[in-house]
């Protein structure tokens, strides 16, 4: 399996990417997929009112359109989280636009939220067949901004919050132009309050979660926190990619555009996860950003959080980091 690794590592890093994803639903198909990576006893357990079969997930950007949850979910992951998606299919940003720092385990991307569209996305959930929990990450088309941008977080909410066991609201994608904009609380404010119309009518019951940036401030993160404890909001997932690629070693990338993942912003994401709390511990929070190993997997949980997510740590080390991270 390391040489199938190898090999595919070859390729420009979005069809490394596919080719990965299919043949792990061919293998899933053929009923062998649990054969090259055994899947582990679960350890059910509840949290922020669902059952997990363990505390790992995938992180958003990984299956983009739903087209991968059962094989992905095969792996052993306890949730797996689709998105980002936008009411419309959109191409995305023009390419290359994802670049592997291998040497740092580390990715940056400008994708653009390259998706299929949420229609697209609904009728890959209604046929899954995974029985794990299913998240799904929405956020607004490039070309919308203003009010059109909040339109379209509602018009995704409203399409998926039937087939999804929770919903992401999504501001912190650098690479969609304003989209950090609702960061800033008036933004954040008028959106809440569209979603909360929503949720008033059709009586949604299951979690939300907000998505952050890695690179927030002081200041915005005591806006944040009382912004969850004064909404629907059920908590965190902290964090997205940073744009702060100077804290990669190779000065080649300092100055690429896009967000940057894995292991150079797991310092980072674990210490804003960790100042939030330590602010306030009643929040839930899931971990996201630079996890790697077991141990990275306990810091992120000894920071705070409840659930972990990985992705970058997946193009990295392969499926087989499921296993290695939870058999410990
Ligand atoms: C290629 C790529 C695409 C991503 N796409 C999305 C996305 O669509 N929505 C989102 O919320 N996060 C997206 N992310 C961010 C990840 O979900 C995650 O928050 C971030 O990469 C940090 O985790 P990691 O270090 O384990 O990769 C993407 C990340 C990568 C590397």
Avoid at 16 to 32: D, E, G, M, N, P
Avoid at 120 to 139: A, D, M, S
Avoid at 149 to 178: L, M, Q
Avoid at 289 to 317: C, E, H, P, R
Wanted: proline share 4%; glycine share 8%.
């Amino acid at each position: 399996m390391n040489l199938v690794l190898k090999i595919i590592k070859l390729f420009p890093p979005e069809a490394a990417h596919s080719i990965a994803l299919y043949s792990l639903k061919i293998l899933y198909q053929l009923r062998l997929i649990n054969i090259f990576f055994p899947k582990l006893h679960d350890e059910e357990l509840e949290v922020f009112g669902m059952t997990f079969a363990n505390r790992l997930g995938t992180a958003a950007g990984l299956d983009k359109n739903g087209d991968f949850i059962d094989c992905i979910g095969a792996l052993g992951f306890g949730f797996v989280e689709v998105g980002t998606v936008t009411p419309k299919a959109q191409l995305g940003n023009k390419k290359p636009r994802v670049f592997r720092i291998l040497k740092e385990k580390a990715i940056i991307n400008r994708l653009g939220f390259n998706n299929k569209g949420v229609d697209y996305l609904v009728k890959r959930l209604k046929k899954r067949t995974f029985r794990g929990i299913v998240g799904v990450n929405i956020g607004a088309n490039k070309t919308s901004d203003g009010q059109k941008r909040i339109d379209d977080y509602i018009e995704c909410f409203n399409k998926v919050e039937n087939y999804a066991d929770y919903i992401t609201v999504n501001i912190s994608s650098p690479n969609t132009p304003g989209l950090r904009d609702l960061h800033s609380s008036d933004n954040l404010k008028k959106l809440i309050g569209a979603i909360d119309k929503v949720i008033k009518i059709s009586g949604y019951k299951k979690s939300i979660f907000l998505k952050i940036s890695p690179d927030e401030n002081k200041e915005s993160i005591n806006e944040i926190i009382q912004i969850i404890n004064n909404s629907f909001f059920t908590g965190l997932i902290i964090s997205n990619t940073s744009i702060d690629k100077k804290i990669l070693k190779d000065k080649k990338y300092h100055t690429y555009e896009g967000g940057l993942s894995g292991k150079p912003i797991m310092n980072k994401s674990t210490e804003l996860l960790n100042l939030i709390y330590s602010n306030d511990p009643s929040i839930p929070l899931i971990g996201v950003g630079g996890v790697m190993n077991n141990k990275d997997f306990q810091d992120k949980i000894n920071s705070g959080a409840q659930l972990v997510q990985l992705y970058t740590g997946f193009v990295v080390k392969g499926p087989k980091i499921v296993a290695d991270i939870l058999k410990e």
